[in-house]
């Protein structure tokens, strides 16, 4: 165990490596002044890989940070269909309207921990968040079947927004998905 003050060494994350292969390509830069034509080539060729290494990072971060974007996007087209939902079941009979209340209310706290899951993936990053988003994702789906098994005895009217409010759940679940992926 470490002692307090002493630094605890992790593994290197995604930008940590890119910047380790852009120290690579320096050093290729570097051995690239040499006049044998082997070192040359060797040069050249680490300096290729490093800018493919960097370009591949970026290519990943940016396909989390769009795929974070779109789950915050379905996050709150589900936290306005709640309300919606929300509206419809008040119509219902007492037992139904107590099963589909406490259904949308499940559905209301999934795209709460969602919401807060996607922060949390801003500000850390999907690797430190990837157990957070997981979980978020995994309430998500319960949500969602529960929602869908509440739907069934549903009138028409609280049925489609029911309906409609697990559509905007299972997009969110797949946004997840793609998070973690």
Do not use: F
Not at 141 to 164: I, K, P, S
């Amino acid at each position: 165990m470490a002692a307090s003050g002493t630094p605890v060494r992790r593994p290197l994350t995604g930008p940590a490596r890119a910047v380790h292969a852009l120290a690579a390509g320096a050093l290729a830069l570097g051995l690239a002044a040499c006049t044998d034509a082997d070192v040359q080539q060797a040069a050249d060729d680490l300096g290729t890989a490093a800018q493919g290494a960097a370009d591949e990072i970026t290519a990943l971060g940016d396909g989390l940070q769009q795929a974070l974007a779109d789950a915050q996007a379905h996050a709150d087209e589900a936290r306005a269909e709640v309300e919606e939902a929300r509206a419809a079941v008040a119509g219902m009979g007492d037992q139904a309207r107590g099963e589909a209340d406490a259904a949308v209310t499940n559905a209301q706290s999934a795209v709460d921990d969602a919401e807060a899951a996607l922060e949390k993936a801003r500000a850390e990053g999907a690797e430190a968040s990837s157990q957070a988003l997981a979980d978020a994702r995994d309430e998500v789906d319960a949500a969602r079947a529960e929602l869908d098994a509440v739907t069934a005895g549903a009138g028409a009217e609280a049925g489609g927004a029911l309906q409609e409010l697990g559509a905007k759940l299972a997009s969110l679940g797949e946004d997840l998905r793609d998070a973690t992926a």
